[in-house]
């Protein structure tokens, strides 16, 4: 997965946080299209490995190892969503009750997302980034 960004600011250990802006999946011309209600682009900072020394301001290739960043899109997006059904039907089972299905599915899926965050921070500290700025513009 290779993307394009800005050096927005330099951090500590050889890092280097990158405004990327993401198109969409749709070739880019939603003046044509309008199937996704008009969402040109979304602005996202990614933090990266600085290998190549790159400054503030500098335009960067970055590529991301796939297989990580799709275990993180899991992480965030499923593995919550599989933990709100799997408390909705324990919780069902247990209380026979729709109203403790959802409380259970609900508390499930905020741990799901605590997880989540809890993950990301333990990655940031660890300098365990799944991206690496790869050239210079």
Not at 20 to 49: I, W
Not at 94 to 104: K, P, V
Not at 124 to 136: C, D, F, G, L, S
């Amino acid at each position: 997965m290779t993307q394009q960004g800005t050096i927005k600011k330099l951090l500590p250990g050889g890092m280097a946080e990158i405004e990327v802006t993401r198109r969409s999946a749709c070739g880019h011309d939603c003046a044509k299209c309008g199937g996704c209600g008009g969402l040109e682009t979304q602005t996202l900072y990614v933090t990266a490995r600085n290998k190549t020394d790159a400054r503030v301001g500098e335009r960067v290739l970055i590529e991301g190892e796939t297989g990580q960043v799709l275990g993180l899109a899991v992480l965030v997006y499923v593995l919550p969503i599989v933990l709100f059904f799997v408390g909705y039907a324990l919780a069902s089972l247990l209380f026979e009750g729709g109203a403790a299905g959802a409380i259970g599915g609900g508390v499930l899926f905020a741990a799901g997302i605590l997880g989540a965050i809890w993950y990301s921070h333990r990655m940031k500290v660890r300098n365990q980034v799944p991206y690496e700025i790869t050239k210079r513009l």
